[in-house]
């Protein structure tokens, strides 16, 4: 019971610390409003829900066997985190409608929660504190439910937070300013993942 009690605690300051899905999530609401947010949230919760499985069926023993296939997953994953950043910094709307760099869908997020590292280091890690304790599937469920629960929870707060900065971002001008602090910031991300 201490491990599950522990791994929530570790979910909900991954889930709600500014990352790489929540800037996402914060991003979609901002220019669309909560619903348009909706996407990208499930795309989260799912890609978590999916490497909760990819880790807890192998792959974590095969970065323990292997460490420089996680020094490669990290560094792959925030170039990648790094090109989006770039990619919003110089994003121009078009007739007032802002070109995706960012992804945005349900199925564009499942993708990158298997490529941010942070998602990675966090399933890894509660899964070795769960299966100390719990190694079947029980254990699985209980994880997994933890993966639905609090990053649903965390990322409705950045989506509401969002949403709030809708009327602000109307403003083209405003909105390339929010497009660049936010791909400044995805940048800032990937380059603290590698330290």
């Known amino acids: 019971m201490d491990a599950f ?5 570790l979910v909900i300051a991954a889930a709600i610390t500014p990352g790489p899905n929540n800037f996402i ?3 979609r609401a901002a220019h669309g409003g909560f619903r348009a947010a909706g996407g990208p949230m499930a795309g989260v919760i799912a890609g978590s829900v999916l490497l909760l499985l990819i880790v807890w069926t192998g792959a974590g023993a095969l970065f323990d066997a292997e460490p420089r296939l996680r020094a490669a997953l990290t560094l792959a994953g925030c170039l990648y985190l790094a090109w989006l950043g770039l990619g919003l910094m110089r994003r121009r709307p078009a007739n007032g409608a802002p070109r995706p760099a960012l992804p945005s869908t349900a199925t564009g997020l499942v993708v990158f929660q298997l490529l941010n590292p942070k998602s990675w280091i966090m399933v890894t890690t509660a899964t070795a504190a769960v299966s100390a304790q719990a190694a079947d599937l029980a254990g699985l469920a209980a994880l ?4 639905v629960v609090v990053p649903a ?16 971002m109307q403003d083209a001008q405003r909105g390339r300013w929010f497009d ?7 940048i800032a991300s990937a380059a603290l993942l590698l330290l």
């Open 5 to 9: 009690i522990g791994v929530t605690g």
């Open 25 to 27: 999530v914060l991003e």
């Open 144 to 147: 997994a439910a933890i993966f």
């Open 153 to 168: 929870s965390c990322l409705s707060i950045w989506a509401l937070v969002g949403t709030a900065l809708t009327r602000f």
């Open 180 to 186: 660049r602090a936010m791909g400044g910031v995805l």
